[in-house]
């Protein structure tokens, strides 16, 4: 039988990510720019893998995990024309900008490593808003999403025109007089005055009714004012019927009988009887545990390994591992295309993604 590593995916994240950044940086000359977020997992169809960073030829430079809360940290080496995705089990969802229909894609270069950087919250592209701010220098029409600059009317502080509507009314003791002060009978507990009100009226047997007409006894079952009855066995209903009693597993007769050693019942459990649902017999293709490593049909079957380029074995074990992660995809649009399924397979950021370390032109 083939023997399959043993597989720390996270740990085996971080050391790629850091391996690779090293790499690309010259034996690690450059220290690598930590760019950090959080995915909102529950916006993607599939299931969030991690995020990475890719060059412009299709290359990963840097991957790295999601947590069980959505959080990713990469190391990202020195570098130009880079771009992030959110991979999931179901393919890569590139980085982009959102502003109404149309988007961005976010590219960036990393001339030298400074403080972390946080993307904040990261969401799919139908759940987005557009996220960040408005004044994003790298849209083609910052008035797109400004609205200060379309409507400068509308975002004036009343508050500068008008003082006065902006003075809490409390200011004024007269603006909040206690309304106990001016109605006392409003403010009397009712439950003082009659205190059948609130309180259930009981007998020496323990039974009680309360105000809405609902008496129960005491072992538990009431009766409500539309003549519907409740007890330990269930409900009867004003048409006269009732729930069915609750099964009982030890009944032979019942629907939910179970008894591991009776032959009759559904649960029946011996290992050595064919005729138990716990039969186990490793040379019995009939058998649960059947095991024949040239038997496609059997539990110990090997799986065919993944073509990594380091030999390993790993898709079997499902996609934890960032080596067996979908490949890289084309960004899905050009900038600005105003069509939203062109962009709808995008993830968006709350913050945008700036140079890191580079000159200004």
């Known amino acids: 039988m083939m023997s399959t590593p043993v597989r720390h995916p996270a ?4 050391a790629l990510s850091i391996a690779l950044a090293a790499a690309c940086t010259g034996g690690g000359d450059d220290p690598a720019q930590s760019i950090e977020g959080q995915v909102a997992r529950g916006n993607f169809d599939s299931k969030v893998l991690g995020v990475r960073a890719v060059g412009g030829s299709g290359e990963v430079v840097a991957r790295a995990p999601v947590t069980e809360n959505g959080h990713f940290r990469l190391a990202v080496p020195v570098g ?6 959110v991979v999931t089990a179901a393919g890569a969802h ?5 502003s109404g229909a149309s988007g ?7 001339c030298s490593a400074g403080a972390a950087y946080d993307v904040g919250h990261v969401h799919g592209w139908a759940e987005s808003d557009g996220g960040g ?6 849209m083609e029409d910052p008035t797109m999403c400004d609205p200060c600059q379309i409507d400068p009317d509308s975002c004036q502080d009343p508050c500068k025109t008008d003082p006065e509507s902006c003075q809490p009314p409390c200011d004024d003791p007269n603006g909040c007089p206690d309304p106990c002060m001016i109605d006392p009978d409003s403010c009397q507990d009712p439950c003082t005055t009659d205190p059948s009100m609130c309180e259930p009226t009981c007998d020496d047997q323990g039974n009680c009714c309360y105000e809405d007409g609902t008496c129960c006894d005491a072992s538990g079952t009431c009766c409500y004012p539309d003549n519907t009855c409740c007890g330990p066995e269930g409900c009867c209903y004003p048409d006269g019927t009732c729930d069915p009693p609750p099964c009982d597993p030890t009944d032979p007769n019942g629907d939910c009988y179970c008894n591991e050693q009776d032959p009759t019942s559904e649960c ?6 064919p005729a138990s ?6 040379q019995d293709p009939n058998s649960y545990c059947y095991c024949n490593p040239e038997d496609p049909m059997s539990y110990c079957y090997p799986k065919p390994p993944c073509e990594n380029p380091d030999g390993t074995v790993c898709c079997d074990q499902g996609m934890d591992d960032p080596m067996c992660w979908p490949q890289p995809e084309p960004v899905p649009c050009d900038d600005g295309t105003m069509n939203e399924e062109c962009w709808q397979d995008g993830a968006v ?9 580079c000159e200004a032109p």
Request: glycine share 2%; net charge negative; charged share 25%.
């Open 11 to 14: 740990r085996a994240a971080l």
């Open 94 to 98: 590139p980085f982009v900008r959102k």
């Open 277 to 282: 649902y716990c039969y186990c017999n490793e």
């Open 80 to 85: 130009q024309n880079y771009r992030l995705e």
């Open 133 to 138: 701010t408005c004044n994003d220098p790298c």
């Open 349 to 357: 950021p709350e913050n945008s993604i700036p140079n890191f370390g």
């Open 268 to 273: 029946y459990c011996n290992p050595d009887d």
């Open 104 to 110: 961005r894609n976010l590219v960036f270069d990393v």
